[in-house]
Protein backbone atom coordinates (compact mmCIF):
# COMPACT_ATOMS: atom_id res chain seq x y z
CA UNK A 1 0.00 0.00 0.00
CA UNK A 2 3.14 2.33 -0.59
CA UNK A 3 2.30 5.21 -2.00
CA UNK A 4 3.44 5.26 -5.82
CA UNK A 5 2.88 8.87 -7.13
CA UNK A 6 5.90 11.36 -6.30
CA UNK A 7 5.70 14.65 -5.24
CA UNK A 8 6.22 17.82 -6.37
CA UNK A 9 8.81 19.82 -5.09
CA UNK A 10 9.99 23.67 -5.23
CA UNK A 11 12.96 24.88 -5.10
CA UNK A 12 13.50 28.70 -5.11
CA UNK A 13 16.24 30.99 -3.77
CA UNK A 14 18.04 34.25 -4.33
CA UNK A 15 20.36 34.57 -8.00
CA UNK A 16 23.82 32.96 -6.76
CA UNK A 17 22.34 30.93 -3.75
CA UNK A 18 23.43 27.75 -5.57
CA UNK A 19 20.37 26.22 -6.72
CA UNK A 20 21.33 24.95 -9.67
CA UNK A 21 24.41 23.10 -8.01
CA UNK A 22 22.55 21.55 -5.24
CA UNK A 23 19.57 20.33 -8.08
CA UNK A 24 22.50 18.78 -9.86
CA UNK A 25 24.28 16.87 -7.01
CA UNK A 26 20.68 15.77 -5.29
CA UNK A 27 19.98 13.92 -8.86
CA UNK A 28 23.20 12.42 -8.44
CA UNK A 29 22.97 10.64 -5.66
CA UNK A 30 18.98 9.98 -5.40
CA UNK A 31 17.87 8.13 -8.37
CA UNK A 32 14.39 9.15 -7.49
CA UNK A 33 13.90 12.54 -8.54
CA UNK A 34 13.24 14.11 -11.90
CA UNK A 35 14.55 17.99 -12.30
CA UNK A 36 11.57 20.13 -14.90
CA UNK A 37 13.29 21.65 -17.41
CA UNK A 38 12.02 25.09 -18.05
CA UNK A 39 10.53 26.64 -21.17
CA UNK A 40 12.19 30.26 -21.14
CA UNK A 41 12.62 33.24 -23.64
CA UNK A 42 16.46 34.55 -22.65
CA UNK A 43 19.05 33.47 -24.64
CA UNK A 44 20.89 30.43 -23.92
CA UNK A 45 24.27 31.42 -21.35
CA UNK A 46 27.84 29.59 -22.51
CA UNK A 47 27.60 25.77 -22.62
CA UNK A 48 23.62 25.48 -21.87
CA UNK A 49 21.58 23.60 -24.14
CA UNK A 50 18.58 23.73 -25.53
CA UNK A 51 15.95 20.35 -24.06
CA UNK A 52 18.52 20.31 -21.38
CA UNK A 53 19.01 23.38 -19.07
CA UNK A 54 15.91 24.89 -20.76
CA UNK A 55 14.01 24.79 -23.91
CA UNK A 56 14.68 28.31 -25.46
CA UNK A 57 12.06 29.44 -27.29
CA UNK A 58 10.73 33.42 -28.25
CA UNK A 59 7.85 35.09 -26.82
CA UNK A 60 5.62 34.26 -29.55
CA UNK A 61 5.32 30.47 -29.33
CA UNK A 62 5.62 30.98 -25.30
CA UNK A 63 2.42 32.95 -25.44
CA UNK A 64 1.13 30.34 -27.55
CA UNK A 65 2.28 27.76 -24.89
CA UNK A 66 -0.17 29.73 -22.28
CA UNK A 67 -2.84 30.13 -24.40
CA UNK A 68 -2.96 26.11 -24.99
CA UNK A 69 -2.80 25.80 -21.56
CA UNK A 70 0.66 23.63 -21.95
CA UNK A 71 2.01 25.33 -18.80
CA UNK A 72 1.72 23.65 -14.71
CA UNK A 73 3.07 28.13 -13.85
CA UNK A 74 5.24 30.27 -15.77
CA UNK A 75 6.27 33.98 -14.86
CA UNK A 76 8.70 36.64 -15.81
CA UNK A 77 11.62 37.83 -14.40
CA UNK A 78 14.01 40.29 -15.67
CA UNK A 79 12.19 40.85 -18.50
CA UNK A 80 11.97 36.92 -20.00
CA UNK A 81 9.15 34.38 -19.45
CA UNK A 82 9.99 31.26 -17.54
CA UNK A 83 7.48 28.19 -17.54
CA UNK A 84 7.14 24.37 -16.65
CA UNK A 85 5.56 22.47 -19.40
CA UNK A 86 3.11 20.47 -18.09
CA UNK A 87 2.43 16.90 -19.75
CA UNK A 88 6.11 15.60 -18.62
CA UNK A 89 5.73 16.55 -15.08
CA UNK A 90 2.49 15.02 -14.68
CA UNK A 91 3.95 11.96 -16.57
CA UNK A 92 6.83 11.67 -14.08
CA UNK A 93 5.00 12.33 -11.22
CA UNK A 94 2.39 9.52 -11.95
CA UNK A 95 5.76 7.26 -12.68
CA UNK A 96 7.02 7.70 -8.76
CA UNK A 97 9.65 10.36 -9.48
CA UNK A 98 9.47 13.44 -7.13
CA UNK A 99 9.59 16.17 -9.30
CA UNK A 100 11.87 19.12 -8.77
CA UNK A 101 10.88 22.94 -10.22
CA UNK A 102 13.47 25.14 -9.72
CA UNK A 103 11.48 28.18 -10.04
CA UNK A 104 11.12 31.69 -9.40
CA UNK A 105 8.82 33.11 -6.33
CA UNK A 106 6.34 34.13 -8.74
CA UNK A 107 5.90 30.76 -10.15
CA UNK A 108 6.56 28.79 -6.64
CA UNK A 109 3.50 30.90 -5.44
CA UNK A 110 1.26 29.61 -8.76
CA UNK A 111 2.20 26.26 -7.87
CA UNK A 112 1.15 25.64 -3.64
CA UNK A 113 -1.84 27.59 -5.23
CA UNK A 114 -2.84 25.07 -7.63
CA UNK A 115 -0.85 21.71 -5.94
CA UNK A 116 -1.52 22.79 -2.00
CA UNK A 117 0.19 19.65 -1.76
CA UNK A 118 3.54 20.31 -3.33
CA UNK A 119 6.85 21.09 -1.26
CA UNK A 120 8.47 24.53 -1.34
CA UNK A 121 11.86 24.85 -0.19
CA UNK A 122 13.62 28.48 -0.43
CA UNK A 123 17.36 28.38 -0.89
CA UNK A 124 19.47 31.34 0.44
CA UNK A 125 22.98 31.67 1.43
CA UNK A 126 24.15 32.46 5.06
CA UNK A 127 24.21 36.16 4.76
CA UNK A 128 23.84 38.85 2.29
CA UNK A 129 27.43 39.50 2.34
CA UNK A 130 28.06 35.59 1.01
CA UNK A 131 25.52 36.27 -1.83
CA UNK A 132 27.14 39.67 -3.19
CA UNK A 133 30.54 37.49 -2.90
CA UNK A 134 29.15 34.66 -4.73
CA UNK A 135 27.41 37.02 -7.70
CA UNK A 136 30.72 38.94 -8.04
CA UNK A 137 32.92 35.54 -8.08
CA UNK A 138 31.13 34.21 -10.92
CA UNK A 139 32.91 37.26 -13.52
CA UNK A 140 29.94 36.58 -15.85
CA UNK A 141 27.57 40.19 -15.16
CA UNK A 142 28.63 43.55 -14.79
CA UNK A 143 28.62 45.53 -11.10
CA UNK A 144 25.28 46.97 -12.54
CA UNK A 145 24.12 43.49 -12.71
CA UNK A 146 25.20 42.31 -9.62
CA UNK A 147 23.10 44.92 -8.37
CA UNK A 148 19.81 44.44 -9.74
CA UNK A 149 20.27 40.64 -9.04
CA UNK A 150 21.21 41.88 -5.13
CA UNK A 151 18.01 44.50 -5.63
CA UNK A 152 15.95 41.71 -6.95
CA UNK A 153 16.85 39.07 -4.02
CA UNK A 154 15.73 41.94 -1.46
CA UNK A 155 11.87 42.24 -3.05
CA UNK A 156 12.17 38.10 -2.96
CA UNK A 157 12.82 38.21 0.54
CA UNK A 158 9.42 39.60 1.23
CA UNK A 159 7.94 36.17 0.28
CA UNK A 160 9.85 34.02 1.38
CA UNK A 161 7.30 33.29 4.04
CA UNK A 162 5.10 31.04 1.68
CA UNK A 163 7.54 28.68 1.77
CA UNK A 164 7.44 25.62 3.96
CA UNK A 165 11.01 25.31 4.36
CA UNK A 166 13.96 27.78 4.53
CA UNK A 167 17.11 25.96 3.64
CA UNK A 168 20.64 27.45 4.35
CA UNK A 169 23.61 26.54 1.76
CA UNK A 170 26.38 27.32 3.53
CA UNK A 171 28.04 23.65 2.91
CA UNK A 172 26.82 21.66 0.10
CA UNK A 173 26.98 18.59 1.28
CA UNK A 174 24.86 18.94 4.62
CA UNK A 175 22.78 21.41 2.17
CA UNK A 176 22.08 18.72 -0.22
CA UNK A 177 21.37 15.67 2.47
CA UNK A 178 18.94 18.25 4.58
CA UNK A 179 16.94 18.66 0.95
CA UNK A 180 16.56 14.85 0.82
CA UNK A 181 15.65 14.68 4.60
CA UNK A 182 12.91 17.46 4.30
CA UNK A 183 11.82 15.52 1.35
CA UNK A 184 11.63 12.31 2.59
CA UNK A 185 9.34 13.39 5.57
CA UNK A 186 6.86 15.50 3.24
CA UNK A 187 6.28 12.29 1.33
CA UNK A 188 5.37 10.87 4.85
CA UNK A 189 2.84 13.48 5.85
CA UNK A 190 -0.69 12.37 6.06
CA UNK A 191 -1.84 15.03 3.45
CA UNK A 192 0.32 13.15 0.87
CA UNK A 193 -0.56 9.39 2.11
CA UNK A 194 -4.10 9.98 1.58
CA UNK A 195 -4.15 6.70 -1.32
CA UNK A 196 -2.23 4.31 1.66
CA UNK A 197 -4.92 6.08 4.70
CA UNK A 198 -7.76 5.06 2.00
CA UNK A 199 -6.74 1.84 2.07
CA UNK A 200 -5.13 0.40 5.24
CA UNK A 201 -8.82 2.12 6.58
CA UNK A 202 -10.70 -0.10 4.03
CA UNK A 203 -8.66 -2.93 4.91
CA UNK A 204 -9.30 -2.54 8.65
CA UNK A 205 -12.91 -1.94 8.15
CA UNK A 206 -13.15 -5.11 5.86
CA UNK A 207 -10.95 -7.48 8.74
CA UNK A 208 -13.39 -5.71 11.36
CA UNK A 209 -16.34 -7.39 9.72
CA UNK A 210 -14.28 -10.90 9.70
CA UNK A 211 -13.81 -11.32 12.82
CA UNK A 212 -16.18 -13.25 14.93
CA UNK A 213 -17.51 -11.81 18.27
Not at 27 to 41: G, I, K, N, P, Q
Not at 100 to 110: N, P, S, T, V
Not at 123 to 141: C, D, I, M, N, Y
Request: proline share 3%; aromatic share 8%; glycine share 8%.
Amino acid sequence: MEEKEGILIVISGFSGAGKGTLVKELLRRHDEYALSVSMTTRAPRPGERDGVEYFFTDGRHFEETIAADGLVEYAQYCGNYYGTPRVWVEEQLAAGKNVILEIEIQGALKIKEKFPESLLLFLTPPSAEELKRRLVGRGTESGEAVARRLARAAEESEGVEAYDYIVINDTLEECVEEVHRLVDAARRAPARRSRFIREIREELNRLAKGVQV
